[in-house]
């Protein structure tokens, strides 16, 4: 059962809410998708229009668990504030902490990272950090005191799937009882379930779904993806090897030369 | 006076937070703010005063990866 700072999900998919068509196809999406969790974010909101109200009352209506980020923060001081701000909007301890180190990559500042998430952690946060698959940044994050890590899969968008294997399966076996997402860079539903067959816990992906041609149909694709992956990490896979071995019995073949 | 909303500059009459709130149309609405970069939480805006060119932000929730 997968469970974050005591929280059950149903099921390991975390799901965007950024960049879809319209509304009605992110809650097409997401139906689909029978994702467990959204991420959700800030921005500034206009008296006038008031975007931003309508948008949470559809995203209320999606009945799942929310996850509000700190996407687009370069320093601690803006993430700590975000994640603050997130807390009364959303009114929930989860924060999805982002600390943006590098513009072409996106990759997180991992020395930002370990100290915000130190700060928010001792003010009653439960932090999901975005982090990278380096076993030391992430020993540090759970010193800090977060109970989930996110590595990524790829950079941010890019689609590339799973870009370092041996790093993640080391992050794995490195920390058995800790749950882990792969968060960012899939851009395939076989990269997910090659993800869950590597034991990760859940994916969490957006643009994957969003600027697919048909968003709801790849949301669910993603869904059993996800869940054959899962499954078969559960399996207990076979372990490959490098010469054939033959499938079909050998004992009792006909000779018929 | 004047001060910056969400990074426009504005006039205002209002003395502190909540005033100004009420004021440019955020009455009722889900949102969160900060001035000059520190997060006011709801219940002390009514006691956050303004000054000639403060920063205001004002966030609400958005679509987000």
Redesign the interface.
């Known amino acids: 059962m997968l469970d974050f700072y005591g929280t059950t999900l149903a099921n390991g998919f975390m799901l965007g809410t950024a960049q879809y068509p319209s509304p009605a196809i992110l809650a097409d999406a997401f139906r689909r998708s029978q994702a467990s969790v959204a991420t959700v974010s800030l921005r500034r909101e206009s008296g006038q229009d008031r975007a931003g109200q309508d948008f949470w009352q559809m995203i209320r209506a999606l009945d799942v668990h929310i996850l509000p980020n700190t996407a687009g923060c370069h320093s601690v001081k803006e993430a700590v504030t975000t994640a603050h701000m997130a807390r009364e909007v959303f009114d929930t301890k989860w924060i999805k902490l982002e600390v943006i180190g590098e513009e072409d990559t996106l990759q997180p500042d991992v020395f930002g990272l370990v100290e915000a998430a130190r700060i928010l952690t001792e003010d009653g946060f439960q932090v999901f950090p975005y982090t990278t698959e380096d076993l030391v940044v992430a020993d540090r994050l759970l010193h800090a005191g977060c109970e989930v890590l996110m590595p990524w899969g790829a950079p941010i968008g890019s689609g590339l799937g799973l870009n370092n294997l041996f790093g993640l399966r080391a992050m794995r076996a490195h920390f058995p009882d800790v749950p882990l997402v792969i968060d960012a860079g899939l851009g395939l539903p076989s990269q997910a379930a090659q993800a869950m067959e590597l034991g990760f816990d859940a994916v969490l992906l957006n643009t994957a779904v969003a600027k697919a041609g048909d968003p709801a149909a790849m949301a669910e694709a993603f869904a059993i993806a996800i869940r054959a992956g899962q499954l078969a990490a559960t399996a207990d896979p076979m372990e490959p090897r490098d010469m054939a071995a033959p499938s079909t019995p050998v004992i009792g073949k006909a000779f018929l030369l | 006076m004047k001060l910056q909303l ?2 426009a500059m504005i006039e205002t009459q209002a003395e502190v937070l909540a005033g100004l ?1 009420d004021e ?3 009455t009722g ?6 001035v000059n ?3 006011v ?2 219940p002390a805006r009514a006691a956050q005063p303004l000054k000639d060119g403060d920063r205001i ?9």
Request: net charge negative.
């Open positions: 969400n990074g709130l440019q149309g955020f609405a889900k949102i969160a703010t900060a970069g520190d997060f939480p709801a932000e004002v966030l609400a929730p958005m679509q987000g990866g």
